[in-house]
């Protein structure tokens, strides 16, 4: 359980932080996430921003094949998801965006 963590357990994931804030601190800002539940894990987090995730991933250098693609809310929103492990820390990177329909040209079918 999480309940007797201390600031410490997640120690490892802040330092991470810490060193992509200035490794690639020119690289658009994820949503930052650290829990309890994985203090083993940072999870760097893009929504409406999957060119933000790309270049995140290629500054990780992480291979373009290791990461999942998937839908949500009924077709609606792209899900790319891939891990990394990174200086002792496992980095999760996601992102998130619409995924746009085109127009039926000549109105509805």
């Given amino acids: 359980m999480s309940e007797n963590l201390t600031l410490d357990?997640?120690?490892a994931?802040?330092?991470v932080l810490r060193l992509l804030a200035v490794d690639?601190?020119?690289l658009?800002?994820?949503?930052?996430?650290?829990?309890?539940?994985?203090?083993?894990?940072l999870e760097l987090t893009f929504?409406?921003?999957l060119p933000?995730?790309?270049?995140?991933?290629?500054?990780?250098?992480?291979?373009p094949d290791t990461v999942t693609c998937r839908e949500q809310s009924g077709g609606l929103t792209r899900?790319?998801?891939?891990?990394?492990?990174y200086a002792g820390t496992v980095i999760r990177l996601t992102g998130y965006a619409d995924?746009?329909?085109?127009a039926l040209v000549g109105g509805a079918a």
């Fill in 24 to 26: 690639f601190g020119h």
């Fill in 47 to 49: 929504y409406d921003d």
């Fill in 9 to 11: 357990s997640v120690a």
């Fill in 79 to 85: 899900v790319l998801c891939t891990t990394v492990d």
């Fill in 13 to 15: 994931p802040l330092r």
């Fill in 52 to 63: 933000g995730f790309e270049a995140w991933r290629e500054a990780l250098g992480i291979a």
């Fill in 28 to 41: 658009p800002a994820p949503d930052v996430h650290v829990s309890t539940i994985y203090p083993e894990r």
């Fill in 99 to 102: 995924i746009v329909t085109p």
